[in-house]
């Protein structure tokens, strides 16, 4: 993968992003892709759709499934900042998060350096 960042507490692998939209409401879906012993492969879905329409550098976080403490370093290397707003789904409250979209862009997911992982452009 090109484009790749470590995240210290994750030392044998690299990760990238990926975007698309979600087809209800075109709010914007972040992802993280995984590299590990030459295989990648998706890592997490860092964003949920609660339905509700958003500008499209904000989205919901899936604290639901994702590690505090991923949350807490894409928050600290500015890649993602609580806009202390929330919204209830069933039990959980997902956290408004700003999306650095331009900072987010540089570490898109580019497989052998050729073809950009699908649906990447919707950012641009």
């Keep these: 993968m090109k484009n790749e960042f470590i995240i210290p507490f994750y030392p044998n692998m690299t990760f990238a992003f990926r975007t698309h939209t979600y ?35 904000k989205a919901f976080i899936d604290v639901n499934n994702i590690e505090a403490r991923l949350i807490q370093y894409l928050s600290e290397n500015d890649f993602i900042s609580n806009t202390g707003y929330t919204k209830q789904s069933g039990y959980v409250l997902y956290p408004l998060y700003q999306l650095n979209l331009e900072k987010i862009k540089q570490h898109l997911a580019y497989y052998k350096g050729e073809v950009p992982w699908k649906n990447n452009t919707h950012i641009s």
Excluded at 36 to 47: H, I, Q, W
């Design 23 to 57: 087809a209800e409401n075109k709010n914007t879906f972040i992802g993280l892709l995984c590299e590990e012993d030459g295989f990648v492969e998706p890592y997490c879905n860092l964003t949920v759709n609660l339905s509700v329409p958003l500008d499209k550098d």
